[in-house]
């Protein structure tokens, strides 16, 4: 690469990490405004998130006394850069991942863990019990849900190589060939499974009711955030925040990728903004129905509760949609559809 | 895993503030991995001295003090302080006195237990249902404020009666109210009852058996819940319920069998929403005409209490279970002797049985499911030198044995 | 929704007003006290609270000629509110020591003490003008 090249690169990295952060703040926002909403309160105002974040930022940085200190620091700060990493290898609207070249959907899936671990580090370093028992269950959610997860992934991944696309584990060539339009029927039902179980784990992944064990404001007073404050805190909101739309992000790109650009001719400049504003309002709609609707019409589930729901609801949910989709690549050619 | 036993317990304080807690106590937990091993807990965090205050203050203030004791059974306190002074001074209430006095105290049996049903679907996580019950809650709270003047300390009972009648326009006000009630609690059980996830937090979950509920003495719904077939409005009539015909709310009744867990409370509480519907119908129906306080002029009341000698005993069925008032009057202002026994002081034993075995996520459910109210329980707290101390079975007998030599002068 | 019964009420909320009173604004504005002095500078208009009902047992209010001196007040008030002055044989009432049971309006022979309806009473100072009611 030219010195150019990789300036171009860093700008772009540059710009995607803002719009991470300040996207995520207002899917956060729009999020709670709904809640509210369904709750039949008026709720905060959808630039709330922003105010939080920036009155933290300014707030005093408590580290406890029997807590690891630069173990305790520098988990907010990995989970916060991870997060946002991780949005350089997804497709945001109509631009392709600025570093695609150099990671697929298994990266995307690995690099997911991480704000996870970090959480768990800091949630250990932290030297609350609370937060202890914060960090073990974090630790149960994620071997919980990463089964399920890798089925989605490579059920996906296989059914577009099934249909001959070279690379199925790379995120452009899933958003460029959107996974419903190589199957048949039998192949559209396991599709549509696989999204359900995807918008089943969004939930664990945000730490979301039902399935926010790990923070349980109720029972473990905040979890493995109990002792963080102040700058620290805001990182990890932003990390949270930028998490929230990476993973609409991801849903997206896999499910729903269609730009409206490719629909309707439009000058460049224009086209991109109004795929930006489609790409948000799918996010808004995804995150609507797997987070929103979901936090507010559950109770918190128990962590075992959570583990057989992941091990053995979900993953045999998964893999009766694995089982559809060979299914259909079984058939497709008998029945003449499909490829 | 099979290194159960060598799993070292941690402890984990939850309190005196925790977000699960709504009431100031303090848990201490043995853990083993995220089941409960052991449970202490230390009440007495909450302690004001309101006996004390009592002690400098005549009957007719300190019914107004007793509606304070707690912030959600305002009439509850007074009532029961009400009849142990009337009990003592011979006055004799008057039948429509009894009948606003229950209907007041129903009103407050309808709020208090949609309260508690929120909290424990906050409890749980699930706040809508939340938001839910303490929207509908309000219309409880609207008529009780048009009947007392005001939402949460009452202060309609005096000693002789209660100082505010209900009007005709106001029966029209409660009567809308308990259609409301009346149409939406089919909808609210289908929402606790029916609702996959509660079922699965609640079932079975904090089970205290019907021996263990007898033994420990528990009361209200907390004993009804496990099969115990106890209610003062039913046992000892007092106010207005000896015409009415009130049965004890049991789990077996609707649901056709008794777990003695969470659930059953849910059961039970909601019920007696509907139960109190009924009650504050037919109070309203047969209420006769009359006065409405035994003795009007609150100066010649002042003068009957204080020519007062002896002890009188009020027992209510508070939303909680039997409260109880001991007050002893010697001829004087202020009492000689005033000792509140609220229901939840029963019933806090109950979370031993109820807790050991559990797992943390279920603490908080558990703990709420009893619907404790400390600031009414704390009676004591003794604290010499700013620390704490314990006091044991022998000291408390010692004590208990020097007060009644006291009392028998 | 068997299982989740509470689903089909929350979508429905999601298209219905919320049940929330507007008061004093919709969000709470960046300072409080100048949001109220701008009501009352008529700049800004605050949203009404919900009404109290009749009878209402809210601030006292005193009709000081018509006060005998009795102490009757005095005497039953449980929060030990109300100071009586000898010099001019009237009383005092401190507000931020009320607790509202009325109790010595019902006693009052001449009928001088009575409750309005103003329950926005909330301040930082206890002893501000308007919670001394002489």
New interface residues.
């Given amino acids: 690469m030219t010195p150019a090249e990789i300036a171009l690169l860093a700008a772009w990295c540059a710009a995607l990490s803002l719009f991470a952060l300040a996207g995520g703040l207002l899917l956060s926002g729009i999020d709670r405004k709904l809640a509210a909403h369904m709750q039949a309160r008026i709720g905060p105002p959808i630039r709330q998130p922003f105010i939080d974040t920036v009155k933290l930022l300014q707030k005093e940085n408590v580290v406890p006394a029997n807590a690891i200190p630069w173990l305790f620091s520098a988990a907010p700060v990995v989970a916060l850069v991870s997060s946002v990493l991780v949005l350089f290898y997804i497709p945001v609207a109509s631009t392709m991942p600025v570093l695609g070249a150099y990671g697929d959907l298994v990266l995307v899936m690995y690099l997911l863990t991480v704000p996870a671990l970090a959480l768990v580090a800091g949630g250990f370093a932290s030297g609350s019990p609370y937060a202890t028992i914060g960090a073990q269950r974090e630790m149960v959610t994620m071997i919980a849900y990463e089964f399920p997860l890798a089925i989605v992934v490579i059920g996906v991944a296989w059914r577009l190589g099934a249909a001959g696309i070279s690379h199925p584990f790379a995120l452009q060539s899933i958003a460029a060939n959107p996974v419903w339009s190589v199957t048949g029927p039998l192949g559209l039902a396991g599709v549509f499974i696989l999204l359900v179980v995807l918008a089943a784990i969004t939930p664990a992944e945000l730490s979301r009711i039902p399935f926010d064990t790990q923070e349980a404001e109720t029972e473990l007073a905040g979890g493995l955030l109990v002792e963080y404050s102040g700058r620290n805190l805001a990182m990890f909101t932003l990390a949270q925040a930028a998490k929230t739309l990476v993973l609409a992000a991801v849903i997206v790109a896999v499910f729903f990728p269609w730009n409206l650009s490719s629909f309707l001719a439009m000058p460049g400049l224009l086209a991109q903004a109004a795929d930006l504003l489609f790409f948000l309002l799918k996010a808004v709609l995804v995150l609507f129905f797997a987070v929103t609707l979901v936090r507010v019409a559950m109770a918190r589930f128990r962590i075992n509760e959570l583990v057989s729901f992941y091990w053995v609801y979900l993953s045999v949910i998964g893999l009766a949609g694995i089982v559809l989709l060979m299914a259909d690549v079984v058939a497709g050619p008998l029945a003449g559809v499909g490829v | 895993m099979s290194g159960e036993s060598k799993k070292a317990p ?4 939850i309190g005196p503030n ?3 807690l709504k009431e100031p106590v303090m848990f201490t937990f043995e853990m083993e991995g ?1 089941v409960v091993r052991d449970v202490d807990f230390a009440p007495g965090q909450a302690h004001r001295g309101i006996e004390w205050m009592g002690m400098r ?2 009957p ?6 007793t ?2 004791i707690c912030g959600i059974c305002g009439v509850v306190h007074s009532l029961s302080f009400s009849l142990a002074v009337e009990q003592i001074a011979g006055i004799e209430v008057p039948e429509r006195a009894d009948y606003i006095r229950t209907i007041v105290h129903e009103f407050e049996r309808i709020q208090s237990h949609l309260l508690w049903a929120g909290v424990a ?9 939340l ?2 019950t303490w ?1 509908v809650r309000e219309e409880a709270m ?1 008529v009780i ?2 009947l007392t ?2 939402r949460v ?1 009452y ?1 309609i009972v005096q000693v002789g009666g209660v ?2 009648d209900i009007v005709p326009e106001q029966h029209a006000i409660i009567e809308k109210c308990l259609a409301t009630y009346e149409g939406l609690l089919d909808t609210l059980l ?2 606790f009852l ?5 079922r ?2 609640c079932r079975d979950v904090g089970v205290l058996s019907r021996k263990d509920a007898v033994e420990l003495c528990t009361v209200g719904p907390t004993a009804r819940a496990s099969g115990v077939n106890v209610d003062l409005r039913q046992d000892y009539p007092y106010a207005a319920y000896g015409d009415l015909d009130v049965k004890a709310v049991l789990p077996d009744r609707y649901l056709g069998e008794t777990h003695g867990d969470v659930y059953d409370r849910i059961v039970v509480r909601l019920l007696e929403v509907g139960q109190s519907c009924q009650i504050i119908r037919q109070c309203l129906s047969e209420m006769p005409a009359g006065p409405i306080t035994a003795e009007e002029k ?2 010649k009341l ?1 003068a009957t209490c204080k020519k007062a000698t002896g002890e009188g005993i009020g027992r209510v069925e508070a939303p909680r279970g039997e409260c109880l008032h001991y007050v002893r009057m010697e001829g004087k202002d202020s009492p000689a002797s005033w000792k509140v026994k609220a229901s939840s002081y029963s019933n806090l034993m109950s979370w031993i049985p109820m807790l050991r075995g559990s ?6 459910i558990i703990v709420a499911s009893i619907d404790p109210c400390l600031s009414c329980t704390d009676r004591v707290a003794i604290v010499q030198d700013n620390r704490r101390s314990i006091l044991t079975k022998d000291d408390l007998h010692r004590l208990s044995a020097e007060k009644t030599r006291r009392l028998q002068g | 929704m068997r299982g989740l019964p509470l689903v089909p009420e929350l979508v429905r909320q999601l298209f219905r007003r919320p049940a929330t009173n507007r008061f004093p604004a919709k969000y709470l504005p960046p300072s409080m006290r100048a949001f109220l002095r701008d009501v009352q500078a008529g700049r800004a208009t605050a949203n009404p609270p919900v009404p109290t009902p009749p009878k209402f047992r809210g601030k006292i209010a005193y009709d000081r000629d018509s006060c005998i001196g009795c102490m009757l007040c005095v005497r039953v008030c449980p929060a030990h509110a109300i100071e009586f002055l000898p010099d001019t044989k009237k009383i005092r009432v401190w507000v931020d020591q009320c607790i509202f049971c009325s109790q010595c309006t019902s006693i009052c022979p001449k009928s001088c003490l009575s409750m309005t309806d103003a329950f926005l009473l909330a301040g930082e100072d206890r002893y501000a003008e308007d919670l001394i009611v002489e």
């Fill in positions: 941690y402890r984990v304080p925790h977000p699960a995220e203050r005549n007719v203030q300190i019914v107004h003090l509606d304070r679907a906050h409890e749980l996580g699930f706040d809508s249902l938001y839910l929207r609207d404020e048009n003047g005001n300390n202060g100082r505010r289908s929402f029916d609702d996959r996830t509660i699965m937090r609150l100066v002042l797992q943390i996520a279920d603490i908080p």
